[in-house]
């Protein structure tokens, strides 16, 4: 990506940039493509794996306080689209593609409008009710719409997730896209140790995409990706000292996480079999 402008930062808002990409749909692991209209995440969220991405497109701002705008994505796709084969496309890998940005460019938007038209199908995974807008270009097409939920504890959700949708509203987002005739998807993870990892939390969550007839459900526990480790420490350290050495252990001991992601799938599974939801669900750890 090549820097276009100075970066400017808006007022209580993230340092924006704007880009030029070569590409916009890359193939991926996560499917077989991933689009991302945007590097950062104005989400800011604590415990985010797309931190990552840092170390190939450095930043003075901390995760959260910067985005970068690929501002010819929606002319670069078209071009892509050309020659692309029609798979299944994920959004996104290193961002939000409905953050508080998108409101005003609406490069998601249009890109999504492009891939669906070309017979491409969208894994759209957001926090974002942001993404409602654009219920009308989804209906032409096959798309999944998911959202992202670690615990249904708003005060929680607050500190982990600060700058994204309320769950009430992530909800909302499965409810009307399901009503718009869409596939819907959830996305639980990362269940925080001890906070929302428990029987109770976990029968909680299933029994919330149980009563919204969600299609799909994947669970993911906290992970020590890259950046990731510093980030969520810093939080221990200010919000729960006596745990920052409980989630170093889990993280980074090695007989220690073994047990504790064994202990927490058989907690999924009960409340996956307690709801009749098994066939729908997926474990990711």
């Not at 759209?124 to 993404?131: E, G, N």
């Not at 819907?184 to 909680?204: E, K």
């Amino acid at each position: 990506m090549r820097l276009l402008r100075r970066p400017a930062r808006a007022q209580q808002g993230p340092v924006v940039r704007e880009v030029r990409c070569k590409t916009v749909l890359n193939r991926s692991s996560i499917s077989d493509y991933s689009l991302n209209c945007y590097l950062g995440c104005e989400h800011g969220c604590v415990y985010c794996y797309a931190r990552f991405m840092q170390r190939f497109h450095p930043h003075p701002e901390p995760w959260g306080e910067f985005v970068d705008v690929k501002e010819n994505a929606v002319e670069v796709l078209s071009r892509q689209l050309k020659r692309a084969r029609p798979g299944q496309v994920f959004m996104s890998s290193a961002c939000d593609a409905w953050q508080p940005m998108e409101q005003e460019r609406e490069l998601s938007r249009e890109c999504c409008r492009l891939l669906v038209d070309k017979g491409f199908h969208l894994n759209i995974l957001t926090k974002s009710s942001l993404v409602l807008r654009d219920l009308d270009v989804f209906d032409r097409g096959t798309v999944r719409v998911g959202v992202t939920i670690v615990t249904l504890d708003e005060e929680l959700v607050r500190l982990w997730e600060p700058r994204a949708s309320s769950i009430g509203e992530r909800m909302r987002i499965i409810a009307q896209a399901r009503a718009a005739g869409s596939e819907t998807a959830v996305m639980f993870g990362p269940l925080l140790p001890f906070l929302s990892d428990s029987q109770a939390s976990i029968d909680s969550l299933f029994a919330l995409a149980s009563d919204h007839a969600v299609s799909e459900i994947s669970v993911d526990a906290l992970n020590p990706r890259p950046r990731v480790w510093p980030s969520v420490a810093g939080l221990l350290r200010r919000e729960y000292p006596d745990m920052r050495e409980r989630y170093r252990r889990l993280l980074f001991d090695r007989a220690a996480r073994a047990l504790y992601l064994r202990e927490l799938s058989e907690r999924v599974e009960r409340s996956a079999a307690r709801h009749r939801l098994g066939d729908r669900v997926h474990v990711c750890f």
